[in-house]
């Protein structure tokens, strides 16, 4: 499962990419892609060496969305 899902997220990114390269778009969501990516790193490294999920899991899921929010404010008005 999880080798479709990084096929598919990599996909995706790529073709994104390939779009802004090729239409000469201006490049200003380096805030958003790498609080994504440090987002899909915790869940990621929390559960990859797991079969089944209990419950504590599903509320660390649920927190990383408020911090990346933060996380996102913070690089684009502080940083």
């Known amino acids: 499962v999880y080798g479709a899902v990084a096929m598919n ?3 995706c ?3 994104f990419l390939l779009v802004i390269w090729y239409r000469g778009l201006d490049w200003d969501f ?7 990516m440090l ?3 915790a869940l990621g490294t929390l559960v990859c060496f797991r079969d089944t999920f209990p419950l504590i899991h599903a509320f660390f ?3 990383i969305y408020p911090v990346a929010i933060v996380l996102v404010y913070v690089l684009d008005n502080v940083v």
Not at 30 to 36: D, M, P, Q
């Open 9 to 11: 997220n990599t996909m």
């Open 13 to 15: 990114l790529g073709l």
């Open 30 to 36: 380096s805030s958003e892609v790498t609080t994504t």
């Open 39 to 41: 987002s899909i790193l």
């Open 61 to 63: 899921s649920l927190g």
